[in-house]
T-cell receptor, first 112, second 114 residues
Framework: QQQVKQSPQSLIVQKGGISIINCAYE??????FPWYQQFPGKGPALLIA?????SEKKEGRFTISFNKSAKQFSLHIMDSQPGDSATYFC???????????FGRGTQLTVWP | NAGVTQTPKFRILKIGQSMTLQCTQD?????MYWYRQDPGMGLKLIYY???????DKGEVPNGYNVSRSTTEDFPLRLELAAPSQTSVYFC?????????????FGPGTRLTVL
């Protein structure tokens, strides 16, 4: 059973466009929602994360929007660049252990 | 700091063989994790450890074993390799706890079982 559901599986965006990836969860005990970025042949790396006491977090061109009542959160990449082409994973965890449950990933391709 | 290092980078095993995937971190993290990544399936937790001498099963532990004798090292043992264990394996570490749980990943080991 997939604890975190992620869509779309793949996404193609033109340079300068907005990339949007969505995730949904069921377990209301989750209290930490990170996004990881993975380039081919590399391990995932933390991109941005949010806790459920805020509805939005922005870091540069990357924004997480969080809707606690709908149990959904999304990643928005503004002004998408070819260098953003990677696989993006959403995840969720709960205190105190903090083990992560990952979505299945979205392969983003940004065309120049 | 090297972060999280994994060896080997690639390995081909025959069915029934065994091997150990090595993982070392130099960040003095208490928590360590092993994941496997299969195409289109995300990352699945195999085993994790919250400190030396303490390990527990994740979502997909069958066919694997771990040990944690030191803070730095967290090897993953495959006994009687099967084709279903063909995957990319990632080790990760974190400080753990409730406040901040960024996991730092190693570069991965690509394993093929034939």
């Amino acid at each position: 059973q997939q604890q975190v559901k992620q869509s779309p599986q793949s996404l193609i965006v033109q340079k300068g466009g907005i990339s949007i990836i969505n995730c949904a969860y069921e377990n209301t005990a989750f209290d930490y929602f990170p996004w990881y970025q993975q380039f081919p042949g590399k391990g995932p790396a933390l991109l941005i994360a949010i806790r459920p006491d805020v509805s939005e977090k922005k870091e540069g061109r990357f924004t997480i929007s969080f809707n606690k009542s709908a149990k959904q959160f999304s990643l928005h990449i503004m002004d998408s660049q070819p260098g953003d082409s990677a696989t993006y994973f959403c995840a969720a965890s709960m205190s105190p252990l903090g083990r992560l449950y990952f979505g299945r990933g979205t392969q983003l391709t940004v065309w120049p | 700091n090297a972060g999280v290092t994994q060896t080997p980078k690639f390995r081909i095993l025959k069915i029934g063989q065994s091997m150990t995937l090595q993982c070392t971190q130099d960040m003095n993290h208490n928590y360590m994790y092993w994941y496997r990544q299969d195409p289109g399936m995300g990352l699945k937790l195999i085993y994790y450890s919250v400190g030396a001498g303490i390990t527990d099963k994740g979502e997909v532990p069958n066919g694997y074993n771990v040990s944690r004798s030191t803070t730095e090292d967290f090897p993953l043992r495959l006994e009687l390799a099967a084709p279903s264990q063909t995957s990319v394996y990632f080790c990760a570490s974190s400080y753990g706890g409730t406040l901040y749980n960024e996991q730092f990943f190693g570069p991965g080991t690509r394993l093929t079982v034939l």
